[in-house]
């Protein structure tokens, strides 16, 4: 997905947001960069791969080397970015986060209209920033430019523009994705998450409407152009992918993870699928406070009968290769055998996704002397590879382990029936739900549903974005 940070202040910012972009980390694996401007350095950029190692050990020198009173910073899991563009409208270094679905349909029709040419990178792409760039130059300013861009471009784009006298920032135009403005006394900043810029002392000033576009300086926070009511908020930022001191539209990640736990408790209560275990306990790191939640209403008993070794692999989808990612996610499983042997043990995920890790945690388990092992998962079952912000990225919907199953049950038809098997009321469902169970060796799962998870975060429906789960645009 990606995340980024940037100021424009009265005094040198570089290391403000060296820091500020730095606590973007867990959004993005694949690469890191800043760009600063200087009335008398000009435009400064970096750009450095942060596969293997993390952004502040790679932008340390960087950082005590770029000068500015603006400067944005950018963690990507697409493509090298910020880019310095030369255009009709000046010179200026863009970034942006998100995913363009039809990407390759535009850079088609603008070489049709005679832009002549792009760069191609290394992937065979073109980078996202570049086609931006080229859509914005259609017209005669960067707001109409902008526009331009968000009517043209499927899938979601937030932008940051570090132009010469200050940052433009346009949040896509469906709100997937949050932009926060702070304010301090030598100036303004922007971030994704607001916890980034509390700590470099800025407070809250605003969060962007959808669509909203905005002009930050050292002296002021102008509104170029009104945002829209309509939104799309992605649920999995309150679910999985936020920090947990994260506040998106007024709801606080830990606050909603720790809800969530406790309607799925509820929801066990009230059923009567509660089990007879020993202990709650969550797949770290995610999971805890899902868990945390449904101990606190169930009265069971939290513990951690495994700790997760991050000191060098933070994330277990760091590695580009899938089998060293499940090679890494088992590496990093400590077991606390007290905790486990001869235990019932009932454990709390965000997600299912593929279920190789799932499995794999199940088996660990097992080896080290379960007696049970039970799991609720906090979200629906996921049926979709999400195309908005590139969460459950797959080379195919059939790499989902729910949808595996439903295409061996019922083939290519099987997707009709896609709000049946995410509901276990139904016959689809129990299938679904005993099937999954079946496969990751549990001795019961159960899923949260659409309507727990839209509880929990406390926003209307028709404001979140619930593609993975339901396929609805």
């Known amino acids: 997905m990606g995340g980024f940070f940037g100021a424009a202040s009265r005094n040198d910012c570089i290391t403000d947001v060296f820091f500020g972009t730095d606590y973007h980390s867990h959004l993005g694996t694949k690469r890191g960069g800043m760009a600063a401007y200087d009335p008398d350095k000009g435009f400064q950029r970096a750009i450095h791969s942060i596969e293997n190692s993390p952004f502040r050990t790679k932008f340390e020198s960087d950082a005590s080397d770029m000068r500015g009173g603006l400067c944005i910073g950018c963690i990507s899991d697409t493509h090298p970015q910020p880019i310095i563009v030369h255009s009709k409208l000046g010179k200026y270094a863009i970034a942006n986060i998100g995913i363009i679905t039809n990407a390759e349909e535009l850079f088609n029709g603008l070489l049709q209209m005679d832009y002549a040419?792009?760069?191609?990178?290394?992937?065979?792409?073109?980078?996202?920033?570049?086609?931006?760039?080229?859509?914005?130059?259609?017209?005669?300013?960067?707001?109409?430019?902008?526009?331009?861009?968000?009517?043209?471009?499927?899938?979601?784009?937030s932008l940051a523009l570090l132009v010469e006298d200050g940052i433009i920032l346009a949040r896509d135009r469906l709100g997937r994705l949050p932009i926060i403005i702070g304010k301090r006394e030598d100036g303004y900043c922007f971030s994704l998450e607001q916890f980034a810029f509390q700590k470099l002392g800025y407070e809250t000033y605003k969060e962007l409407k959808a669509g909203e576009i905005v002009k930050i300086t050292a002296d002021g926070c102008e509104t170029l152009a009104e945002g829209y009511d309509e939104m799309s908020m992605c649920s999995f930022m309150?679910?999985?992918?936020?920090?947990?001191?994260?506040?998106?539209?007024?709801?606080?990640?830990?606050?909603?993870?720790?809800?969530?736990?406790?309607?799925?408790?509820?929801?066990?209560?009230?059923?009567?699928?509660?089990?007879?275990?020993?202990?709650?306990?969550?797949?770290?790191?995610?999971?805890?406070?899902?868990?945390?939640?449904?101990?606190?209403?169930?009265?069971?008993?939290?513990?951690?009968?495994?700790?997760?070794?991050?000191?060098?692999w933070p994330r277990s989808f760091m590695p580009t290769n899938q089998t060293m990612r499940n090679m890494v996610a088992k590496m990093k499983l400590i077991p606390v055998h007290e905790l486990i042997e001869g235990k019932k043990l009932l454990f709390v995920d965000d997600s299912i996704v593929r279920g190789t890790q799932m499995r794999e945690t199940v088996e660990f388990l097992y080896e080290n002397g379960a007696k049970e092992v039970h799991m609720r998962s906090a979200c629906p079952p996921v049926m979709f590879g999400c195309k908005y912000l590139n969460f459950s990225r797959s080379n195919s919907e059939m790499e989902l382990i729910a949808r595996q199953i439903i295409h061996e049950r019922e083939g290519a038809e099987g997707v009709k029936y896609i709000a049946e098997y995410?509901?276990?009321?139904?016959?689809?469902?129990?299938?679904?739900?005993?099937?999954?169970?079946?496969?990751?060796?549990?001795?019961?799962?159960?899923?949260?549903?659409?309507?727990?998870?839209?509880?929990?975060?406390?926003?209307?429906?028709?404001?979140?974005?619930?593609?993975?789960?339901?396929?609805?645009?």
């Open 238 to 312: 309150w679910t999985y992918y936020g920090y947990p001191t994260a506040v998106y539209e007024g709801v606080t990640v830990e606050a909603m993870r720790t809800r969530n736990g406790e309607i799925m408790a509820q929801t066990d209560i009230d059923n009567g699928t509660l089990p007879d275990v020993d202990y709650i306990c969550g797949v770290p790191d995610s999971g805890v406070p899902h868990a945390i939640g449904y101990a606190n209403r169930s009265k069971i008993p939290f513990a951690r009968p495994f700790i997760k070794y991050t000191p060098t």
């Open 422 to 473: 995410s509901d276990t009321k139904t016959e689809r469902g129990r299938f679904l739900r005993d099937e999954i169970c079946r496969r990751l060796k549990l001795t019961s799962l159960e899923f949260q549903s659409l309507e727990g998870t839209v509880k929990a975060i406390g926003l209307p429906e028709f404001k979140l974005c619930s593609y993975c789960w339901t396929g609805k645009e």
């Open 117 to 157: 040419s792009f760069e191609t990178l290394s992937s065979g792409t073109i980078n996202s920033n570049a086609l931006i760039s080229v859509l914005i130059a259609h017209m005669d300013n960067f707001v109409d430019g902008i526009r331009y861009a968000q009517r043209k471009i499927e899938g979601t784009m």
